[in-house]
């Protein structure tokens, strides 16, 4: 019984060779190709796909059955080109049922509905491929998926700051497909010591700084965005005086950017400082994930440069340790020299700084991929007092970042008590030869000449100018930057031997008593500026340190406190307060004497302390120190009183008694 899908066309009239009948069954799966199976004993026979089909013709009429799946689309089928007299075999059925032709996609078709079969006889030609010069469609054209491709233009002027040691590059930022997209941005490059600060520009520089997206607002108030400008290179252009080229890369939160643009330097008049305008565009890319920075700057003079070995190891309770130990010195080519060749001038000083991982040292990964803290000293020799200090450094952070060379690149920061610095440097590729760099930034310099550029169009400031120097961060102290050498001689007065001056700037005498029960130890006594002169009752003031929580007279810790205090001109004493100190004490020579060594911090600086005690029981004894400062606070301004302006009073004018005057009957005054 016949599939209700299909239908065959009529029986053709006799010609002279056998009918060839082709069957064209397509797959309801849109994956698989058409099947074409010819019957034999037939001679022509033509296989076709669904990509290609050649035309046929055949001598003797030709029969063809399509059977679609129900749930195709409505069927197509191919240009027909028959002959203009239409025969019986060229009589075209209808069919209920949706067919599905087996068709090139590139093949050119048109809707028809009411058609299955199509028999043609010799005279007729079923095309089932199609030329490409006639039936190929135009190419469409398929939309980039690329981002379409913007650029920013930076103009304004690079100029020199020789207050913050810094050279700017301030202007506008303007996009140029929609110029009302507009607002400033500056640009700040701090040089370091190794670099002429009046050579404009630099070759080689990186930039921090950040540009800011204005709002619709009144007060046209915006966003500022943070960038950084890892590369900007300067080249001059042949055969144009003062031109340059400027080339460069960066990135903010938007993505990495390309720099490209020109600058030109005019040289300013007697007395004034250079500059250059400069025009840049900035591109945004896509950045290789596998690209990695250039090696870190190095700085030979003027930067100081710590040059050592970091290693791994595993402590007692089975944690990783990073230590990193060393020498350090003011300039890097100090420590390229011989340390036997070394001049009095060339001073190098040793220093160690440890990081505590709280990671097990079978998991722990070295080099380490985060941010890692370390802390730990270096020695600072005194030229003056020709003795060294041992300081500390508790709060120094830094990151590893692989470079160009295989090695990797130092990026972080850090503080002790002469400022905060951030740190630069490299980890060589064999993972152990380290250098680093610190660079503090510049005192602030007082300038008659504005730091700005000549052309700025500023208004003055409103609010009165800050102080020209920084606030200074006093470090808080810590038992680690205490060197007291065990057995040694008891403490002498500090006294240069070569000129008999003291060394130090207080002198202070009391009694030491220890409280077991209260767990508390105090120290009260009075001092002085010289110990010559203790002995004169007007010249010396009180004082008092304790500590609580201890269990032991002569045990170390860094949680005292305490007061001295100071004559006023009045006649009166002023307390000042001891903020925190920390004390060590260490047996000496003597028979039962310790020596005492440790710093502290007050409202004038941080101070450093040396002494004796001397027990007279087990919770008894005589103690003597000797304390001067190391580092000055910073000056607390002393507000001004305002003046009040005194209003003039004006003294009011006398009054005059009055009379009553009577009338006469004439109008005359009486005499």
Known sequence: M??????????????EEAPATTT??????????????????????????????????????????????????????TDVKADPTPTSDSIVKPNPDPVKPNSSPNSKTLPLS???????????????????????????????????????????????????????????????????????????????????????????????GLFKLLS????????????????????????EEGEWRIEGKGVNKYGAFLLDGRGKVEKGGEGEMAEMKVTIDKTYYVRDPNELPDVSDSHDVQVCCLRGEMNVSQDTDNFAIITINGKWSSDRLNLLVDPNSLTPDQIVSPFQLIHKSGTPFSRHVYPPEKQVRLAGWFEFWNLGTQSTTKVGENDISFKLVGNKEGGWNVEGRGRNQYGTFFLTGTLDKDRKSIELYKHFPPRPVASKKPDRPRNANLSPPKLPALPLTEPVILLPCTLEE???????????EPIDEATGARLYECYMRGNLTFDPQGCTTKVEGEWCAMKSIFDDPKSRSKFRLGLENTTEMCGGSDKWTGWFGMRQKSGSSKKVMEKQIALKFSPNNSSTGHNVAGCGINDFGRFKIIGSFFPLSSTAGKIELYKWYTQMASPVPIPRKPKVERKKVISPKPKVKSESVGMGMGGGRRA
């Open 2 to 15: 016949p599939s209700p899908l299909s239908s065959t066309a009529p029986a053709a009239p006799p010609a």
């Open 24 to 77: 064209t069954t397509t797959n309801p799966s849109p994956v698989d190709p058409p099947v074409v199976n010819p019957p034999a004993p037939v001679p022509p026979t033509t296989e076709s796909t669904s990509s290609d089909i050649q035309p046929t013709v055949n001598p003797t009429p030709t029969t063809t059955t399509t059977e679609s799946s129900p749930s195709d689309p409505p069927p197509q089928v």
């Open 114 to 208: 009411t058609t299955t079969t199509v028999t043609t006889t010799i005279s007729t030609t079923i095309k089932t491929s199609v030329d490409p010069t006639e039936a190929l469609p135009p190419p469409s054209s398929t939309p980039s998926t690329s981002p379409p491709k913007i650029t920013i233009r930076h103009t304004g002027t690079l100029y020199i700051s020789p207050s913050k040691r810094q050279h700017i590059l301030t202007g506008t930022w303007t996009q140029l497909s929609s110029p009302s997209t507009n607002g400033p941005f500056t640009w700040k490059y701090t040089l370091p010591g190794d670099k002429n600060l009046m050579v404009l520009p630099q070759r080689k520089c990186d930039f921090k």
């Open 216 to 239: 619709d607002g009144k007060k046209r108030k915006g966003v500022e965005v943070v960038e950084n400008v890892e590369k900007m290179l300067f080249s001059e252009v042949e055969g």
């Open 482 to 492: 205490i060197e007291l050498e065990p057995n040694s001689e008891t403490c002498k």
